[in-house]
């Protein structure tokens, strides 16, 4: 009996203690609230993608970022249809700029971001591509100013998320 009443007890010490590991989150949050739409555990090394329809060009842009060996947000690359209105065309030192089956792509960015603002929109069709899962942040947050961000959480912070 007393086994058994210990095992629990170490069991749940186990998971408490666990509970306050830290770990490195992706989350989008609506501007000007705390608000969560979204919560990703991340590792240095990871990437992911947010893509949306320009909405002077009506074509999508798609853009591409990783994660640093110190948990920035890094844009290493960025696709899209045109070089028109409001659409990069020049490169910075160490970018490339190519034109392969339609697109355009700027290679060899290393842009680091504190964070990511962005408008979401039905109409503008925003997505975040996140190892193989596909977010439509539209239908998470409506029609609002999206704020992508990394923080440092705890692991219940992060499985509580989850469970929303």
Do not use: Q
């Not at 992911?48 to 842009?61: A, G, N, P, Q, R």
């Not at 110190?70 to 409001?86: C, D, P, V």
């Not at 020049?90 to 392969?100: D, K, S």
């Not at 339609?102 to 069709?125: A, C, H, Q």
């Amino acid at each position: 009996m007393r086994k058994g009443i210990f095992l629990v007890a170490a069991s749940v010490l186990v998971v408490v203690v666990a509970g306050f590991l830290p770990v490195h989150v992706l989350e989008g949050t609506v501007a000007g609230t705390e608000e969560r739409i979204f919560v990703e555990k991340v590792r240095s090394g990871d990437t992911f993608s947010l893509s949306f329809m320009h909405s002077v060009e009506k074509s999508i842009v798609r853009d591409h970022f990783r994660i640093d060996d110190t948990y920035r947000i890094i844009l290493y690359e960025t696709a899209f249809s045109s070089l028109n209105a409001g659409l990069p065309t020049a490169t910075a030192p160490g970018e490339t700029l190519i034109r392969e089956e339609g697109t355009f792509r700027i290679m060899g960015m290393n842009r680091v971001l504190p964070g990511i603002s962005l408008w979401v929109d039905e109409e503008y069709k925003n997505r975040l591509e996140i190892g193989e899962r596909v977010i439509v942040l539209p239908v998470l947050s409506g029609c609002s100013l999206l704020h992508v961000s990394i923080r440092k959480a705890y692991a219940w912070e992060y499985l509580l998320a989850g469970v929303r």
